[in-house]
């Protein structure tokens, strides 16, 4: 994809004019399916990075997350921009809720995790049974605590 139609997508998904520095190359590193690290300071609109490729490409995004708040705050965010395939799957989802979500997993464009769940054996055969578009770290410090893990999945 080319510049001028990444901008148009980005004003047709998201409504802004430009992007923020560094996303324009992230984005189209993922869109070339290069396997990209993006180092930004917070609150350079990190979330767009994985936002606009998942929107863009077949398949879920697993978004991995350490903070509950981070993950929640994320959900509410692509709900509110209008986004109803997200789900956030953690230790504060009941039950019966995590059930259904499990049964339906394929609905979701949006998955957000907590790392615990990818110890999860009955989580990990759930994420073989879909097309998974993108895997996202979203806390740098989670490569190295769970490092080992991600290996198992990608």
């Known amino acids: 994809m080319n510049d001028i139609e990444l901008k148009t ?57 350490p903070l509950l708040s981070l993950m929640q705050d994320q959900v509410e965010q692509l709900k509110y921009q209008g986004e109803t395939r997200v789900v956030a799957i953690n230790s504060t989802l009941p039950a019966q809720e995590k059930s259904f979500v499990y049964q339906n997993i394929q609905k979701y464009k949006y998955i ?14 759930i ?12 806390e740098a410090h989670c490569i190295s605590t769970w490092g080992p893990i991600l290996d198992l999945i990608i």
């Open 9 to 65: 997508k980005l004003k047709e998904l998201f409504g802004f004019e430009n992007f923020k520095s560094g996303q324009q190359e992230v984005v189209q590193s993922i869109l070339n399916k290069i396997n990209t690290i993006a180092v930004l300071p917070t609150g350079t609109g990190k979330s767009l990075c994985y936002q606009m490729p998942g929107a863009l490409l077949e398949g879920s995004v697993i978004i991995i997350s």
């Open 112 to 125: 957000f995790v907590s790392p615990e769940m990818l110890k999860n054996e009955y989580f990990f055969s």
């Open 127 to 138: 994420l073989q049974k879909i097309r998974i578009a993108l895997f996202v770290v979203d």
